[in-house]
């Protein structure tokens, strides 16, 4: 079992940055591949991010490449979403996901933080 939470979210405006963090518990966090997914209101939940087990690998949708950074440390077991120039169309919740495999994964993730949430206003 793994155990995900989320933190970091919070009220910006346009262009600001926020750091998102999501703490897991366990002692193999290295053995997961981990993912950032996003839901608004009416709309099905997106796929973000994700990380390799070993942080080597990262994966991004197109909407957010160049404006946010995945990472991780799994000496802490904790992982990171650095989000730049922000905008209101990232206004979501946004959750964490564990998925055991070594690779980047979109899908299948078994484990899902209960989400925080970003607004970003105009």
């Known amino acids: 079992q793994v155990q995900l939470v989320e933190s970091g979210g919070g009220l910006v405006q346009a262009g600001d940055s926020l750091r998102l963090s999501c703490a897991a518990s366990?002692?193999?966090?290295?053995?997961?591949?981990m993912g950032w997914f996003r839901r608004t209101p009416g709309k099905e939940r997106e796929f973000v991010a994700a990380i390799s087990g070993s942080g080597s690998s990262t994966d991004y949708i197109d909407s957010v490449k160049g404006r946010f950074s995945i990472s991780r440390d799994n000496a802490k077991n904790t992982m990171y979403l650095q989000m730049n120039s922000l905008k209101p169309e990232d206004t979501a919740v946004y959750y964490c996901a564990a998925r055991r495999i070594f690779s980047t994964s979109r899908t299948g993730y078994d484990y899902w933080g209960l989400g925080t949430q970003v607004t970003v206003s105009s």
């Open positions: 366990g002692r193999t966090f290295s053995a997961y591949a």
